[in-house]
């Protein structure tokens, strides 16, 4: 898929998704992303501290209680979480060691990454691999790898120009400004979802 396919994808959606945006069941959702993701704006630079405070952000999100590694591996992802402000030093290793550290789950690095860099990294969760016809098994496999090819995938569909009003749009449901990368993920994300969680 190109980001051009997946603009041309989700496009024709948009006007079933948006009323969803706004749906009551949403509002607690809604409310607690922008939370979030000013909250670990502000526990810049990165420490381990601010990996643990966000770490219990993420798993507030998912169905299952939350694990940590230990204080070695907290540490390096405190390193890779403030380095991941430049894209570039986001490596699929290193996705992995962050994964690892957050419970050996891929969804709970998406989440981190996204919440202190939100304009770089879209959110990749069960909802989002439902919507592109991804099977979790096969995500999960070499999920560093995959998870760089979803984020330069979201990146260059948000990135057109065609995606500019649909930005806008969703800015106007939700209340607030979102990065582009948000917007899209966000669409993907209620596009996928159904009455099971990951």
């Known amino acids: 898929m190109t980001p051009d396919t997946l603009l041309t994808r989700i496009l024709p959606t948009v006007p079933d998704l948006l009323p969803q945006v706004t749906a009551p069941s949403n509002r607690a959702y809604l409310r607690s992303y922008r939370e979030f993701v000013r909250h670990?704006?502000?526990?810049?630079?990165?420490?381990?501290g601010a990996v643990v405070l966000v770490a219990g952000l993420v798993y507030s999100w998912m169905p299952r209680t939350l694990r940590?590694?230990?204080?070695?591996?907290?540490?390096?992802?405190?390193?890779i979480l403030e380095r991941a402000g430049r894209k570039a030093n986001l490596t699929s290793r290193t996705f992995e060691c962050l994964s690892t550290t957050l419970g050996s789950s891929p969804v709970a690095a998406s989440k981190?990454?996204?919440?202190?860099?939100?304009?770089?990294?879209?959110?990749?969760?069960?909802?989002?691999?439902?919507?592109?016809?991804?099977?979790?098994?096969?995500?999960?496999?070499?999920?560093?790898?995959?998870?760089?090819?979803?984020?330069?995938?979201v990146g260059g569909a948000a990135e057109l120009e065609d995606?500019?009003?649909?930005?806008?749009?969703?800015?106007?449901?939700?209340?607030?400004?979102?990065?582009?990368?948000?917007?899209?993920?966000?669409?993907?994300?209620?596009?996928?979802?159904?009455?099971?969680?990951?």
Do not use: C
């Not at 940590?68 to 390193?79: K, Q, Y």
């Open 40 to 48: 670990a704006q502000a526990l810049k630079p990165i420490d381990e």
């Open 68 to 79: 940590l590694g230990g204080p070695t591996d907290i540490a390096a992802a405190a390193e």
């Open 112 to 153: 981190a990454l996204h919440f202190f860099h939100p304009e770089l990294y879209p959110i990749w969760d069960s909802h989002v691999w439902r919507a592109l016809d991804w099977h979790s098994s096969e995500v999960r496999a070499n999920a560093g790898v995959r998870y760089l090819g979803y984020v330069d995938l």
């Open 163 to 198: 995606f500019t009003p649909i930005h806008r749009l969703v800015e106007e449901a939700v209340g607030y400004p979102v990065s582009r990368i948000r917007a899209l993920e966000l669409l993907l994300s209620l596009s996928g979802a159904t009455d099971h969680e990951e």
